[in-house]
């Protein structure tokens, strides 16, 4: 939605030093920078950041990129978020691509709620601070929950008035449309008379990742039977309680860090573990776990520890978001607090060292936590042990990772021996209610392709599909490999793509032939082959396929376009790609053909014909092998007197080839 002029004014504006550096520390160290690294925790700086390469990179945990990609990862924002935040750093006016009304209409509203949200916060928060009520009924009532003044204003806690229109006139009195106030539920109108909603309540305002304010909570501070302790904002356009966590902002970084996420019910258990120093919390807000808060979950970290009070309520809230949780690939721990307490109270009772060394003597495996809680409650009943057995089957089913095909086996074997059934049945039972849900996902998508005018799945054997042919993903002989992380995805026979690219991004507008004018971009795209089809690597593929889009269209594109791509996997691999102190050629390629490859003044056009010759040569040479496969399989005489003329035709360009830079083939 935001105009490429706008990202490319943004782009050649970014300072990669003045961007992570405010969020980072840094000293400089010769060309480079270096500090603390703000994705995990050391104690001596492992973290560079090159301005010249304008790319970062931790020594430590190994994460690299460019400054989008520090603001994406650092604020856990996406794309177009990270584009916003730089271009407010920079002063650069954001341009967006035309939209339908309908889109703007909803623009419009969301930042109209926003800008309300975020005048309602301040006004609550003064009304803390600087009002006789607030200071005696508001702040009283934060201090004898034990919270110190810095906390409140971390978490922009206020308080409103008791008054039927204090805020509403002071709303209306700077200009905020009413329809847009009665939204966001701080305003209620009755009798044609609108009226504050949260009067006489300490507030606490909700962010979504970015700090944005979402909502707001509201606690009554005195008993009434006709009132709710707690009322929040009703959803809107930008408030959706389903895919909220309180706290995530306050907590993100942390949770990156310790790679642990806390769970809690409440807002003051997330306020109260924060001031203590345990700042990796959230809150569900004593709703039951949704997908949505789940996955926001996953963005930070794949293991979620559940801290819920003790009593039964406790128990069954934590229970009912196991199976979402597995279905996600969470790795998740429960820890019970005692009766009659909650983090909130237990972290004041004992001490933050205290409650970190509870967590970590108690928290135990949700799976198999589950599997004691349901054996206890069905004692000897024949039937609900029955029911047990299929329920702990289902869940284990849940597992469909594949990493996770030990973790599932392993379940297996312990819920088998608790249960005292044989492993096999459990096997079997678990296999059941795979297929089960792949055939129920199959129907679903068949459904879907109806829809679309698309074409049916064959229909299923009677008997069924076997578990190998519906998961072959469980079975070691089939399981596919893990995807080699991206500082590996170019093999040695890839090499040269690499450097393809690196001479395209680097020195694709110069000067390639004085004479003709020609750049190098030039040379690479007017030769008769098409170097996109004989790359083996999907990334370096689309980089040069794009690439030669801009080409066609009369540009060179910078290389900025592709090191800040909206796709971060392009966008990392660029960033690895130009991070080699010195370019090189692979280790084979310059000692079989005894090539040496440093750039600077003239040697980037050598290495442009080196480069671009390796891979046409290696085509060739494929194209060799396949047709001495032809002859030896050859029949009659004339294929192969064809295929032994094909073999001199192809080898006789290979000779050509490697003659043009000066090498010599050997056999």
Not at 129 to 141: A, K, W
Not at 609 to 618: A, G, H, K
Request: aromatic fraction near 10%.
């Amino acid at each position: 939605m935001i105009s490429q002029a706008t990202i490319q004014t943004i782009l050649h504006r970014i300072d990669i030093i003045d961007v992570v550096g405010a969020f980072v520390k840094l000293k400089k160290r010769g060309a480079n920078y270096m500090g603390l690294c703000p994705f995990h925790n050391e104690k001596s700086p492992s973290f560079t950041v090159s301005g010249t390469k304008e790319i970062y990179k931790c020594f430590g945990c190994g994460k690299s990129g460019n400054a989008i990609n520090f603001v994406m990862e650092h604020e856990k924002y996406s794309y177009v978020e990270a584009i916003r935040w730089l271009g407010q750093r920079y002063q650069v006016d954001i341009e967006e691509t035309e939209v339908s009304p309908e889109v703007k209409q909803r623009q419009q509203m969301a930042d109209s709620l926003f800008i309300i949200n975020n005048f309602a916060r301040d006004y609550f928060v003064k009304t803390l601070f600087e009002t006789d009520e607030g200071q005696n009924v508001g702040l009283s009532y934060f201090e004898e929950r034990g919270f110190s003044e810095e906390i409140v204003r971390k978490f922009q806690l206020g308080y409103a008035l008791n008054l039927r229109e204090a805020f509403v006139r002071e709303a209306q009195h700077k200009g905020y449309n009413l329809e847009y106030l009665q939204k966001t539920g701080l305003v209620t109108v009755r009798n044609d008379q609108p009226i504050d909603n949260y009067r006489g309540r300490v507030i606490f305002p909700i962010h979504n990742q970015s700090g944005k304010v979402l909502g707001f909570g509201a606690r009554i501070l005195v008993k009434s039977d006709r009132a709710p302790k707690y009322i929040n904002s009703p959803e809107n356009d930008i408030y959706v309680k389903s895919k909220v966590l309180y706290g995530t902002y306050f907590a993100r970084h942390a949770i990156d860090k310790l790679d642990e996420c806390l769970l809690v019910e409440g807002y003051t258990d997330v306020i109260s573990l924060h001031q203590a120093g345990i700042e990796n919390v959230v809150a569900s807000s004593g709703t039951s776990l949704t997908t949505d808060q789940l996955r926001l979950i996953k963005k930070y970290t794949n293991n979620l520890t559940i801290l819920y009070d003790g009593d039964n309520a406790g128990v069954k809230a934590a229970l009912r978001g196991l199976d979402m949780a597995i279905e996600e690939g969470l790795n998740v721990k429960l820890a019970l607090i005692p009766d009659n307490e909650d983090p909130d109270s237990y972290v004041r009772k004992i001490g933050a060292e205290g409650f970190r060394q509870f967590i970590a003597d108690n928290k135990q495996d949700f799976v198999l936590f589950k599997l004691h809680v349901s054996m206890k409650e069905a004692g000897n009943d024949t039937t609900r042990k029955s029911q047990l057995v299929n329920e702990i089957a289902e869940t284990i089913a849940r597992i469909d990772k594949v990493e996770d095909f030990t973790r599932q086996q392993d379940y297996i074997r312990q819920c088998s021996q608790l249960l005292k059934i044989d492993e096999e049945r459990l096997v079997d039972l678990v296999n059941k209610f795979i297929r089960e849900r792949l055939s129920k996902q199959a129907l679903n998508e068949q459904n879907n392709n109806k829809k679309k005018g698309g074409f049916d799945a064959p229909p299923p054997d009677d008997d069924g599909p076997s578990l190998a042919e519906m998961y072959p993903e469980y079975f070691p002989d089939g399981a596919e490999a893990p995807a080699a992380p991206a500082e590996n995805i170019f093999n040695t026979s890839e090499r040269q793509e690499r450097e393809l690219i690196k001479i395209l991004l680097r020195f694709g507008d110069k000067l390639f032939d004085d004479e003709q004018q020609t750049t190098v971009a030039d040379y690479i795209f007017h030769l008769p082959y098409d170097f996109e089809s004989l790359s083996e690597n999907e990334i370096v593929k689309r980089i040069l396929r794009e690439y030669k889009e801009h080409y066609d269209q009369g540009s060179i594109p910078d290389k900025k376009l592709f090191l800040y791509h909206p796709d971060n996997d392009v966008a990392r691999n660029v960033a690895i790609i130009l991070e080699d102190k010195e370019a090189e050629l692979s280790a084979a390629w310059k000692e079989r053909f005894e090539i040496k490859t440093v750039y600077g003044d003239d040697a980037f056009r050598r290495d442009t014909v080196s480069t671009t010759n390796y891979l046409i040569i290696r085509k060739i040479q494929k194209l060799i092998a396949e047709n001495q496969q032809e002859m030896q399989t050859a029949t009659d005489f004339e294929a192969q007197i064809r295929c032994l003329e094909m073999d001199k035709h192809l080898k006789q360009i290979v000779k050509e080839l490697t003659e043009t830079v000066g090498t010599v083939i050997f056999k």
